[in-house]
């Protein structure tokens, strides 16, 4: 314990400001408003990291509030029409939806900015007596004598590249709790560390991803038609690269576009960015921008393994919740509900354990409570999702189809997952993919792109993207992959400079960061760590 740092106390910590974290503070106070519950969150504000498709099922909000369109929640568009396209290059054919499997449908939904309705959520959370902190990174989790979680510290500011304290220094805090539950979302770096010290992966799967990429545009009223969902498969995409696009037109003449591409792809010249630029030059994804103009960017990765690749959920002091457990329903397109479920039931079983006395032990009846819920039966339904689109598009959607239209996703058998990183091939193997240049109208450049993020970060202070060898940018990744993290960052975080020379080197554009947590997933070698910056920094999205 680092004598420098002040410390506060709490029967309930949380570590994350999405809808798992907000909804199990919420729950909490709803379980015994005297139990006194913190959360903290690395963006700015609430919301401010939060970016989503989205499309929400309100089974989960419902149960947190069952008066949520009294009390405001801006959940406005309800769905009017599904629309599944396979696109090709110079056409498209529409799905029927009588005979899409009912994951695909999505009548009695919302589509909602996700940060939206987590900034909602916020005040509810204030609103009962919830301690929030935004601009606050958990930077490294506390353990008590025992090997118990007991907290976090908020990571230091004002610190130097060099590592030296600045004259802005100011020492991080550190946060007790009789338990911790930790909701930072996908590919939550306190999570990673977590799953290693005690072995919480022993036994499941590899977590499989995907990168959404995501832009915002106000669109003619012409082009616009309330409560539209569009779901596409197909091009720009290879047939062996799982991933797809949509757009959901929402609000006042809005338009959520993006494409998710699945990490497990193979050929190192794939860039999602450029693929997602080139989704929008479609006809049928075109006309629906056309004189319309990009009000926000951003990038986010999901965890799409489902149930198979969930690690245990519980340790000593603590739990995992949201996405940072894979809690999201690949089939579905949805893991918001799932996150809000989770983030209640943690609560649920935490209270109870607070009054019964308990604090730092092991919250068994929560995997137990989730194994009881509606939302274990979701996931298992769709469990066979992701094994089987990663046999490609044509294959693996006959077969899902099969297993969700024959067995209702009940089938005798479980198909398993492999990593993401693995399955990169070499340069050599690989046909160079040449992409066209923006047009500054329709389609636009990373750098371009990231300023509509708003995302900013202090120059100087420590790199949060950590190299574990220095020497593997240049003798694996650009010898052997011709330097994929050029290609696979949304952010142009990755780039390798060359002197007068013609030495290569890698340069690490830290500043251009999204959180996104590709890179942590992608490399090949798992050589790049992705931690916490200072709080507050990264993007700030708006309506994302």
């Given at each position: 314990?680092?004598?420098?740092?002040?410390?506060m106390?709490?029967?309930?910590?949380?570590?994350?400001?999405?809808?798992?974290?907000?909804?199990?503070?919420?729950?909490?106070?709803?379980?015994n408003?005297?139990?006194?519950?913190c959360?903290?969150?690395?963006?700015?504000?609430?919301?401010?990291?939060?970016?989503?498709?989205?499309?929400?099922?309100?089974?989960?909000?419902?149960?947190l509030?069952?008066?949520?369109?009294?009390?405001?929640?801006p959940?406005?568009?309800?769905?009017?029409?599904?629309?599944?396209?396979?696109?090709?290059?110079?056409?498209?054919?529409?799905?029927?939806?009588?005979?899409?499997?009912?994951?695909?449908?999505?009548?009695?939904?919302?589509?909602?900015?996700?940060?939206?309705?987590?900034?909602?959520?916020?005040?509810?959370?204030?609103?009962?007596?919830?301690?929030?902190?935004?601009?606050?990174?958990?930077?490294?989790?506390?353990?008590?004598?025992?090997?118990?979680?007991?907290?976090?510290?908020?990571?230091?500011?004002?610190v130097?590249?060099?590592?030296?304290?600045?004259?802005?220094f100011?020492?991080?805090?550190?946060?007790?709790?009789?338990?911790?539950?930790?909701?930072?979302?996908?590919?939550?770096?306190?999570?990673?560390?977590?799953?290693?010290?005690?072995?919480?992966?022993?036994?499941?799967?590899?977590?499989?991803?995907?990168?959404?990429?995501?832009?915002?545009?106000?669109?003619?009223?012409?082009?616009?038609?309330?409560?539209?969902?569009?779901?596409?498969?197909?091009?720009?995409?290879?047939?062996?690269?799982?991933?797809?696009?949509?757009?959901?037109?929402f609000?006042?003449?809005?338009?959520?576009?993006?494409?998710?591409v699945?990490?497990?792809?193979s050929?190192?010249?794939?860039?999602?960015?450029?693929?997602?630029?080139?989704?929008?030059?479609?006809p049928?994804?075109?006309?629906?921008?056309?004189?319309g103009?990009?009000?926000?960017?951003?990038?986010?990765?999901?965890?799409?393994?489902?149930?198979?690749?969930m690690?245990?959920?519980?340790?000593?002091?603590?739990?995992?919740?949201?996405?940072?457990?894979?809690?999201?329903v690949?089939?579905?397109?949805?893991?918001?509900?799932?996150?809000?479920?989770?983030?209640?039931?943690?609560?649920?079983?935490?209270?109870?354990?607070?009054?019964?006395?308990?604090?730092?032990?092991?919250?068994?009846?929560?995997?137990?409570?989730?194994?009881?819920?509606?939302l274990?039966?979701?996931?298992?339904?769709?469990?066979?999702?992701?094994?089987?689109?990663?046999?490609?598009?044509?294959?693996?959607?006959?077969?899902?189809?099969?297993?969700?239209?024959l067995?209702?996703?009940?089938?005798?058998?479980?198909?398993?997952?492999?990593?993401?990183?693995e399955?990169?091939?070499?340069?050599a193997?690989?046909?160079?993919?040449?992409?066209?240049?923006?047009?500054?109208?329709?389609?636009?450049?990373?750098?371009?792109?990231?300023?509509?993020?708003?995302?900013?970060?202090?120059?100087?202070?420590?790199?949060?993207?950590q190299?574990?060898?220095?020497?593997?940018?240049?003798?694996?990744?650009?010898?052997?992959?011709?330097?994929?993290?050029?290609?696979?960052?949304?952010?142009?975080?990755?780039?390798?400079?060359?002197?007068?020379?013609?030495?290569?080197?890698?340069?690490?554009?830290?500043?251009?960061?999204?959180?996104?947590?590709?890179?942590d997933?992608?490399?090949?070698?798992?050589?790049?760590?992705?931690?916490?910056?200072?709080?507050?920094?990264?993007?700030?999205?708006?309506?994302?």
């Open positions: 314990m680092r004598t420098d740092r002040e410390s106390e709490f029967d309930i910590l949380i570590v994350g400001g999405g809808p798992a974290g907000l909804a199990a503070a919420i729950r909490l106070k709803q379980c408003p005297m139990y006194s519950v959360l903290i969150e690395k963006g700015s504000e609430i919301g401010a990291h939060i970016l989503s498709g989205a499309v929400m099922d309100p089974r989960a909000i419902t149960e509030f069952a008066d949520w369109q009294s009390l405001g929640a959940l406005e568009t309800a769905v009017s029409r599904d629309r599944f396209s396979l696109l090709k290059q110079d056409g498209y054919v529409d799905i029927p939806n009588r005979i899409l499997p009912s994951c695909f449908l999505n009548d009695g939904n919302y589509i909602v900015s996700l940060g939206a309705v987590c900034r909602w959520l916020g005040e509810q959370a204030e609103a009962l007596g919830v301690e929030i902190y935004p601009g606050f990174a958990g930077a490294e989790i506390l353990y008590d004598k025992i090997g118990a979680v007991r907290g976090v510290a908020t990571g230091d500011m004002g130097a590249r060099t590592g030296e304290q600045s004259g802005g100011q020492p991080g805090m550190e946060l007790h709790a009789r338990y911790t539950l930790f909701a930072e979302g996908c590919r939550g770096h306190l999570g990673k560390q977590l799953e290693s010290r005690y072995t919480l992966r022993e036994g499941v799967d590899p977590q499989t991803y995907a990168l959404g990429i995501k832009e915002l545009w106000e669109v003619d009223p012409e082009q616009h038609k309330a409560g539209l969902v569009v779901h596409t498969a197909g091009w720009p995409l290879p047939a062996d690269t799982y991933g797809g696009g949509f757009a959901y037109h609000g006042e003449n809005l338009i959520s576009i993006g494409l998710v699945g990490l497990g792809y050929n190192p010249y794939l860039a999602p960015f450029e693929e997602m630029q080139r989704y929008k030059t479609h049928q994804i075109a006309c629906m921008l056309k004189g103009r990009r009000l926000a960017y951003g990038a986010r990765a999901l965890a799409a393994g489902g149930l198979q690749s690690p245990k959920l519980v340790f000593p002091g603590g739990a995992l919740i949201g996405d940072d457990a894979g809690f999201l690949a089939s579905r397109i949805k893991g918001s509900h799932a996150a809000l479920k989770t983030g209640m039931l943690a609560a649920e079983v935490a209270a109870s354990a607070l009054a019964a006395g308990r604090g730092h032990d092991e919250l068994s009846a929560y995997p137990e409570a989730f194994r009881q819920s509606w274990y039966d979701e996931l298992h339904r769709a469990r066979n999702f992701k094994p089987l689109m990663a046999k490609g598009l044509w294959q693996g959607a006959a077969l899902f189809g099969i297993d969700q239209l067995f209702r996703g009940k089938a005798p058998w479980t198909l398993h997952n492999t990593a993401d990183h399955k990169l091939k070499s340069a193997e690989c046909k160079v993919i040449t992409y066209p240049k923006p047009d500054g109208v329709l389609t636009f450049d990373r750098l371009a792109s990231v300023f509509l993020s708003n995302t900013n970060h202090e120059e100087d202070q420590p790199c949060h993207l190299l574990k060898d220095a020497s593997v940018p240049l003798t694996t990744n650009l010898e052997l992959y011709d330097s994929p993290e050029q290609r696979y960052c949304p952010a142009g975080v990755y780039e390798i400079v060359r002197d007068a020379e013609q030495t290569p080197r890698l340069q690490i554009n830290a500043q251009n960061c999204l959180h996104c947590k590709t890179c997933i992608k490399d090949p070698t798992q050589n790049i760590n992705w931690v916490a910056p200072q709080g507050g920094e990264g993007p700030i999205y708006q309506q994302m």
